[in-house]
């Protein structure tokens, strides 16, 4: 079974710059996660998606920061303009639905902002 | 706010000892816990997981104990080999019936040879 896969895996910007990121889950995963994990701490939920909905954007910044899935697939996160605290690694999950607890997590993608 | 925590941000082991990471979590509505592991480079991955009408859980080479009257969280991994050397996170379900992962800082774990 194929993992969740994201693109790209590094990416270097200068602030006030904008950046997108992709990811595509797990076959018949109905839930997709962004998460955003600095340097040393662990992963911090932005997005949480069931099929084309969103479940949970709380700590979505979203003066900045905006998420779709607009075919319930395939996910992209925007960060449009970026900040130097914007500097992470960017984590997709998925999960067969909101009800199972186990994500599986793709390799993300690290960002450096300058 | 609620949070997860960890005790230790670095443990240091031989090769063939046995480790303890330890986690504290402080939502005692929480009824769902969760162990990942995470390499250089990669996205955390699953170890194992434990509900709270559970004391103990074991799997292969791990066992994960949970102290509801503390709020305590440990994992045990027996004869810690160098391919377990990674960053450990524990991480809560905080509302029951949703997925939603709080995680804690996370330990790293350095085996040596």
């Known amino acids: 079974e194929a993992g969740v896969a994201q693109s790209p895996r590094y990416k270097i910007i200068e602030k006030r710059q904008s950046v997108a990121f992709w990811c595509n889950p797990i076959s018949g995963h109905a839930t997709l996660y962004w998460y955003q994990q600095i340097l040393g701490q662990g992963p911090k939920l932005l997005i949480q998606?069931?099929?084309?909905?969103?479940?949970?954007d709380s700590q979505l910044p979203k003066d900045r920061f905006s998420a779709e899935r607009l075919k319930g697939v395939d996910s992209t996160l925007k960060i449009q303009p970026a900040k130097l605290e914007d500097s992470a690694v960017y984590l997709c999950a998925s999960s067969f639905d909101s009800s199972v607890y186990e994500q599986y997590f793709g390799p993300g993608t690290r960002l450096t902002v300058t | 706010g609620e949070s997860v925590g960890l005790h230790l941000p670095t443990l240091s082991v031989q090769e063939g000892d046995n480790s303890i990471i330890n986690c504290a979590y402080s939502?005692?509505?929480?009824?769902?816990f969760i162990w990942y592991k995470q390499e250089s480079g990669k996205g955390p991955q699953f170890i194992i997981d434990i509900r709270s009408n559970m004391d103990k859980r074991q799997g292969q080479r791990v066992t994960v104990l949970l102290n509801k009257t503390v709020k305590h969280l440990s994992l045990q991994i027996a004869a810690t080999q160098p391919g377990d050397s990674a960053v450990y996170f524990c991480a809560e379900i905080p509302n029951s019936g949703y997925s939603t992962l709080t995680f804690g800082k996370g330990t790293m774990l350095l085996v040596s040879p």
């Open positions: 998606f069931q099929n084309n909905g969103v479940v949970d």
């Open positions: 939502n005692s509505a929480s009824d769902y």
